[in-house]
């Protein structure tokens, strides 16, 4: 069955034309409801019409977006495969508008901010940006090198966070930290001669700072930092994956703000 505007769905899976058009895909039922319940801007869904025959989550999912006015279309197992992402697909994709977030808001705020510099795995990023969420950051900020937000495998490791976490690519990481400091916020750097984490004590905002998974936090924007921070780890462990250090840090900082 024809899948109008077929061409263009194909096109978002490439990087450049995702940025030229601000939209990007998203697949499978667990990440369409998120978008649905977070009142994403969908532009489209595409359902695969044998898939909603036999999966009742899926078809429950067709009726939401149905009763929501989401633009629908329904095709055969054989065009829905070509147009999917993945090896072992839903039968659901869409389409949704990058989202516009008030960069001005997020520095303001008291909540902590999270930021990135040339995080380079889909995976991680994804993660971190879930963790992020759970932990009540205001928002991410990503440093020029970074992995792209809406790659595909980012948008689904968020497993829904991308919808709903205010999320800042392509930043200049010293002019960044410089703003900060002038809205009075502290930045804490991880790092390995830091403070043991179960030290810790922060005033007023904070934005942590985490580094690249090979080579850590670039030595200029390290410079920049108020206090630095390290997790104790027993021999011979010398480091993290940087999404778990991720969640501990984030997770001290919303302990330390109850």
Known sequence: ??????RHILALKKRKDREETNKYLIEGIRLCEE?????????QLLFCRESIDRNARLEALFQSAVEKNI????TDWRAFKGMSDTETPQG?????????????????????????????DPGNLGMMMRTAEAASCAGIFLTRGSVE????????????????LPAFPMANGLELLQELKQHNVSILAAHVDGTNHHQLTVEGSIALLLGNEAFGVDPELLAQATQTVTIPMASPVESLNVAVASGILLYKLYELSL
């Open 71 to 74: 633009p629908i279309q329904q």
């Open 92 to 120: 659901v994709l869409g389409v949704v508008q990058m989202p516009k977030w008030d960069r001005d808001a997020i520095l303001k705020s008291t909540k902590p901010i999270l930021i990135l510099d040339r995080i380079s």
């Open 1 to 6: 069955m024809a899948i109008k505007g077929a």
């Open 149 to 164: 937000l809406f790659n595909p495998k980012v948008v689904r490791a968020t497993m829904g966070a991308i919808f709903r």
């Open 35 to 43: 978008a649905i319940a977070s009142d994403a801007p969908i532009e």
